[in-house]
Every structure is written in C-alpha cells, then in structure tokens.
C-alpha cells in the first residue's frame, strides 16, 4: 500500500468558462450531475427494503420520516459540496489536515466498516435484481454485480461527465420503474399520505424501522464522495465563478436529491396500498414483493421492480467503490487498486450470498449500521463548513449551523434509543 498521490483527474478537472461555452442549455446542463451521482446512493436497494417493509406494516405511517430523511439529504449533501467547491479539497482530505493522526485513523476505520456495510445492501440488491429477471443464482448475479460496477468505475478514468451520465441513466431507471409502480396500483390513498406527514411513532417497531430509513437515506459514505466529486469537477477562476457553481449546486443538490426523495415516498407508499392488509403485512422480502407485484399488479409492474433493483444496485455498487477510495485516500493519504478493494469489500456479501442469509434481513441490518455511521460525517461537516478561516465567505450562517446540530442531535438519539431496545433495557 503505497502513500497517495494528491487527489487530481487531470481528465475529468474543466473551466466554468469552458463549460458554458458548449452552449445556453447543453452549457448548464453541464454544471448537473455530483448531487444526482450521490443521490443513488439514497435509492440503493437498502431503501426497498426498509421502505417497503415500513409501508407494508405500518401502512403511510412512516411517510414524514421518508420525507424527513430526504430534506435532511439536501441540507447535507449541500454543506458537503459546497465544502469540496469552497475549498478544492475532500471531507477527509481537510480531516486529515485539521485532526491528528489518530482520530482520522478511527474516521477511517469506521468508515470501512460502513463501506463493507453499503457493499452488503448494494450487491446483495443487485444480485437479487439479477436473479428476478434474468434467473441467475445468487452468488454468480454478485460477482457479474463485481464486473458490471468495475467497468463503470473504468469510465471515470476517461472523464467526469461519462461516468456522470451512466450513473444518471441507471438512476433514471430506477425512477421510472417506482413512479411506474405508483401509479400502476390504483390504490393510493392521498389523505392517508397527508396524514403520514403528521411525526408520530406506534410502538419500537416503528423507531426500529425509522432509524433503518435514515440510515438507508443519509448514507456517510456519500457525505465524503460528493465533496470529492465537487472539488475535482470544475475550478472557479475567482469568487464571481464560485458564487456561480454554487448557485447551481444548489440546484443540483434539490432537484437531484428531490428526485431520490420522490423515489423513495413512492416505494413506502406502493408497499402501503399492496401490502398493508390482512395476511400480507409480514410480506417484506425482496422476491415475495416481486412475486406479489406480479400477481396483484401485473407482470410489468414486476418487471420494472427487478429492473429497478439491478439498477440501484449496479449504480450504487459503483459509487460506493468510488466513495470507499476517497475515504482511504483522504483519512490516510493511501490508496490500493479498485480491483482490490472491490473484492475486499464484498466480501461480506459474498458470504450472504453464499450462505443463503435472508437478503432483505441482512439489507435491514446494513441500513441500521449505516445510520449509527452517519454522525462521524456530520460532526466533521459541520465543525468545518461553520469555521470562516476554511470557507471564507461561504461559511454556514448561523442558523444553518444550528439546524445541522439539530439534525445530528436528532440522529444520535435515535441510535441511542436503538441501542437501548436491542439490549432490553427497562422502560424503554
């Protein structure tokens, strides 16, 4: 393992004025794309099956914390982006520089672990995908998931913008296959959506299933990945041009994350209308929803869900990859062959694969060990994003601070109480 070079893509690194220059729309549409590359990671197939489940066991209960989830998501992924675009550098690149040696090695080492616990959702996803609709067998639809995410990552060698794009497409799909599904249903109940906007609880199954939603949704290894994505995409010639790329990152960070968001209400609320009735509340694995769309809907609608879960788990798979090379190189100023860590970190997803585990119990269990990831990336994000001696003039406003410690607050707390009923402790 050999000391990394500073983090540059001499290929992928343009101009603003380069940029524009290819045309009023083609020019802006151009300054699109880091939030939607993150935004897959908030629709991996981790999502189905805590949404799913969420929906067909609690019905539109559980809707605010999907919508809560993802207006978080934008805040976050904003403050991170912004963070790369500020200062031409990661959020583990700027750790390493501002902590000591130790705590970026324990950054580093909880964030491995969350890589290998987003590998779990990922492959396991796409394999399930694969073997929907196509019949492939568990453990051979992961390792073609291992080939298929290599040769997108391959793309981000010959530029930015294609890896972008294919990123985008695969999203796409999977957008198109659950607003599809939607409103293929017929069933929905709008007012019961409206009240499932109303923040309440109905016993631990639904904190549970809250703190599985949060972590399937603000995923910490897309925290690091979009300040990378941001620093090395577009330089700004001065402040006038960084004020321009930050205006349409915010643009970026809305309509990106909003879609993701608009994917996910979808898929609580398919499973809500479906599956929450008698005798089918407990339905909540990844072929028995496939199998019920089948018989309920109609094969297209099954055939767009397999569909859209090869394509979360092919587009996050490569992303992750993506976001678990910046982690290394940025804490620790290492880096080692994609090849390498693809295989290191699905690993554990071969065993589940192997071993015939539950897939969408394993995708629950990852979702929850993502959420307790979270605050070692916002504690950092916010820590850094809010001191003016880094972000100059795009230092957090005071109240931008505040609602991120907010947030953070919020997501700590929910671990704890997680915490506290996995280990029974009394009254709670």
């Not at 004020?243 to 898929?267: E, I, K, T, Y």
Request: net charge positive; proline share 4%; hydrophobic share 55%.
């Amino acid at each position: 393992m050999a000391k990394q070079k500073p983090l540059e893509d001499a290929a992928a690194s343009a101009t603003l004025s380069s940029v524009l220059s290819r045309g009023r729309i083609r020019g802006r549409l151009a300054l699109l794309g880091p939030a939607f590359v993150a935004s897959v990671a908030y629709v991996d197939p981790g999502n189905f099956a805590t949404n799913f489940q969420a929906g067909g066991a609690y019905g539109y209960l559980l809707v605010w914390v999907v919508v809560m989830a993802n207006l978080v998501a934008i805040l976050v992924q904003y403050l991170t982006s912004k963070l790369g675009l500020r200062t031409g550098k990661s959020l583990p690149e700027i750790c390493r520089d501002q902590y000591r040696p130790r705590w970026n090695a324990l950054l580093w080492i909880q964030a491995e672990v969350v890589a290998m616990a987003t590998d779990l959702a990922e492959f396991t996803g796409a394999a399930v995908g694969l073997n929907m609709v196509f019949g492939i067998e568990l453990l051979p639809a992961g390792l073609v998931t291992g080939v298929i995410a290599l040769g997108i990552l391959a793309l981000e060698k010959r530029g930015y913008r294609r890896f972008e794009l294919v990123i985008i497409v695969l999203l796409a799909f999977v957008s198109f296959g659950f607003l599809a599904d939607f409103f293929a249903v017929g069933r929905q109940s709008y007012g019961d959506i409206l009240n499932g906007l109303i923040p309440h609880f109905e016993g631990g199954g639904t904190i549970n299933l809250a703190v599985g939603i949060i972590g399937a949704t603000v995923m910490p290894h897309v925290v690091y990945l979009h300040s990378a994505l941001q620093s090395r995409r577009i330089r700004p010639a001065d402040d006038l041009e960084r004020q321009v790329l930050l205006r349409f990152d915010r643009w970026d960070c809305v309509l990106g994350l909003g879609l993701a968001g608009l994917v996910n209400l979808s898929m609580l609320c398919i499973a809500a209308a479906l599956f929450h009735r008698p005798g089918l509340t407990g339905i909540n694995d990844l072929g028995q929803i496939h199998q019920h769309l089948f018989s309920l809907v109609g094969k297209e609608a099954a055939l767009a869900f397999g569909i859209a879960l090869i394509a979360s788990g092919l587009a996050s798979a490569s992303v992750g990859t993506y976001a678990g090379q910046i982690v290394m190189a940025g804490f620790m100023g290492w880096r080692i062959p994609l090849i390498l860590r693809r295989m290191l970190t699905m690993i554990p997803s071969l065993l589940v694969l192997g071993f015939s585990v539950n897939p969408t119990t394993a995708l629950i269990f990852s979702q929850i060990v993502l959420s307790f990831g979270i605050p070692f990336a916002l504690v950092p994000l916010v820590l850094i994003t809010r001191r003016r001696d880094i972000m100059g003039d795009n230092v957090n406003g005071k109240w931008t601070t505040r609602l991120a410690w907010l947030i953070s607050g919020v997501i700590v707390s929910l671990n704890v109480l997680l915490l506290c009923r996995v280990f029974g402790l009394p009254g709670i």
